[in-house]
């Protein structure tokens, strides 16, 4: 679960996230998908974001439980209840910066089962940017300084991008296959 404004949030394989209370965990609120919810929820201090195997990615408002925007992603299957290609697994993350212009940005980046990262502005609840390539594969993707690490496809590929733009620095091979993973960073600042 992840705690923001009292309420601490957890998906659940019933079909439903449940916003409880910080101190006794009651239930304040509860969110309807179409699936069940398996990945880990974020969060920006007002909202959470949670993917589910329904392949909606939802914003919901941490005090009110109200959806404040649901984006369909992920490549879409027979059932529009179920994709293998959800944003499901993958943990999502939240970052902020500034782009070349100056303009502020707050985005939430989530990569997707079918090898998609989509770059999502919070404001607007639109995708902002994506890197797709082409190949299932799930990584969550870690921010830190005003960049992007992550691993997409199931072919041992990862890359540093621009958080703002999506413009991927550097790519790097390990020579393994990589899935449901995460980098973390160390060194420097914690």
């Known amino acids: 679960g992840t705690n923001t404004e009292g309420t601490v949030c957890i998906g659940s394989v019933d079909t439903k996230i449940y916003g409880l209370t910080e101190d006794k965990g009651d239930v304040a609120w509860t969110v309807k998908g179409e699936n069940m919810y398996q ?3 974020a969060k920006d201090g007002e909202n959470f974001f949670v993917g589910g195997w329904d392949n909606v990615f939802r914003c ?7 959806v404040r925007w649901a984006l369909r992603l992920g490549k879409s299957q027979r059932a529009w209840f179920f994709s293998a290609y959800s944003p499901a697994i993958t943990s999502p993350c939240v970052g902020t910066g500034k782009l070349a212009d100056g303009k502020p940005y707050k985005y939430v980046y989530i990569s997707t089962n079918d090898g998609v990262l989509h770059g999502i502005d919070i404001e607007l609840g639109k995708e902002m940017w994506r890197i797709d390539w082409k190949n299932m594969g799930y990584f969550s993707p870690l921010f830190h300084g005003g960049k992007i690490y992550c691993g997409l496809g199931d072919k041992g590929r990862v890359f540093f991008a621009d958080a ?24 420097g600042d914690v």
């Not at 296959?177 to 980098?183: H, L, N, Q, R």
């Open 164 to 187: 703002g733009t999506g413009h991927i620095d550097w790519e790097a091979e390990t020579g393994s296959v990589i899935y449901d993973s995460s980098f973390c960073f160390g060194g």
């Open 39 to 41: 990945t880990k929820a």
């Open 60 to 66: 919901i408002d941490a005090k009110t439980g109200a």
